[in-house]
């Protein structure tokens, strides 16, 4: 993980090639905050950005409860009603995740 500037912030998960990234997911977000907080760096209302691979509740739901905002592009491929994808990118900050 990186932060604006492309500086590594914490630490790394390897995974086997075959698992998603978003198993590990709970676990690396606890080892970064652990680790930021350890060397002084407070992430709370940070947004955490995440590509839409990672579009989920809990996905979402974990990264709230470590107390950041979560800006995580919508996975188009889950609708293809209007409607529906209107109501998912209501709430998406597009400005924010451009910054990433």
């Known amino acids: 993980m990186v932060e604006n500037h492309g500086f590594v912030l914490g630490p790394l998960s390897i995974t086997p090639g075959k698992q998603h990234d978003t198993?590990?997911?709970?676990e690396t977000l606890t080892a970064l905050v652990d680790f930021t907080h350890d060397i002084g760096i407070n992430l709370r209302g940070s947004a955490?950005?995440?590509?839409?691979?990672?579009d989920s509740q809990d996905n979402k739901d974990i990264i709230?409860?470590?107390?950041?905002?979560?800006?995580?592009?919508?996975?188009?491929?889950?609708?293809?009603?209007?409607?529906?994808l209107a109501r998912m990118f209501r709430w998406f900050d597009r400005e924010l995740s451009r910054l990433r």
């Open 23 to 26: 198993v590990v997911l709970p």
């Open 48 to 54: 955490f950005t995440l590509d839409a691979g990672f």
């Open 64 to 84: 709230k409860a470590h107390h950041m905002k979560p800006v995580i592009s919508p996975n188009r491929r889950t609708t293809k009603m209007p409607i529906v």
